[in-house]
């Protein structure tokens, strides 16, 4: 009985009939470091699509605040590494029931319900143009050139995440421990002159 089991175990792995590994809802397709006359620029691309729940509290009129974040860090090798530049960029997406639009607000602080602050607002009318825009990131400068040199020494670590802080208090308890929140993708790499 043992090996008609073992039989049967082997067959099936061997037949193709594995699961396929979970689709992420954030995906990073395309990121570079580009060094120009006066510092580092990143450009990134993502693709992203909403669970369901995350697509039910936007249409419902919850505003959703995405973070980008760039690190520089210089590698030591007695301590910590060294953060020698930081860049955020903060997203507020949200759905206006009324005029069927989507307003993505970019900062480079965290966006408030209060409305002050600096920050560029956009209207889109569809959510896939909305989100376009809010995933593609096109020459963002992160660094001085005087703050990092592109000799091995240095990685940049980018991450793009929803930001769980910022949504209303009831729902905040309400989706602790649920994967369909968990909106976010992260990168690591080095700094060399062949970075692309």
């Known amino acids: 009985m043992l090996a008609w089991l073992l039989l049967a175990l082997c067959l099936l792995g061997s037949s193709g009939l594995r699961a396929q590994p979970p689709q992420l809802p954030v995906q990073l397709d395309e990121l570079h470091v580009q ?3 006066d510092g580092y620029y990143v450009n990134a691309a993502m693709q992203m699509e909403w669970p369901a729940a995350v697509e039910d509290a936007l249409v ?6 995405f973070v980008a974040r760039v690190e520089v860090l210089r590698e030591r090798w007695y301590w910590y590494d060294r953060e020698v530049a930081r860049q955020e960029r903060h997203m ?8 069927r639009r989507w307003r993505l607000l970019v900062s480079s602080q965290p966006i ?8 560029l607002g956009q209207s889109f009318d569809s959510a896939s143009e909305a989100m376009s825009a809010m995933t593609r990131i096109h020459r963002w400068k992160v660094a001085e050139l005087n ?11 980018f991450s793009f995440r929803l ?14 421990g649920e994967s369909d929140w968990n909106l976010g993708v992260s990168r ?9």
């Open 92 to 99: 507020r997406l949200s759905y206006q029931p009324l005029t």
């Open 147 to 157: 703050q990092a040199e592109m000799d091995g020494r240095h990685r940049l670590e």
């Open 60 to 65: 419902k009129g919850v505003p959703l605040h």
């Open 35 to 37: 060094r120009l006359e």
């Open 112 to 119: 408030g319900n209060s409305g002050l602050g600096v920050s």
């Open 188 to 196: 690591s790499f080095r700094l060399t002159p062949d970075t692309k």
């Open 163 to 176: 930001d769980l802080t910022q949504l209303p208090r009831p729902l905040q308890l309400g989706v602790l």
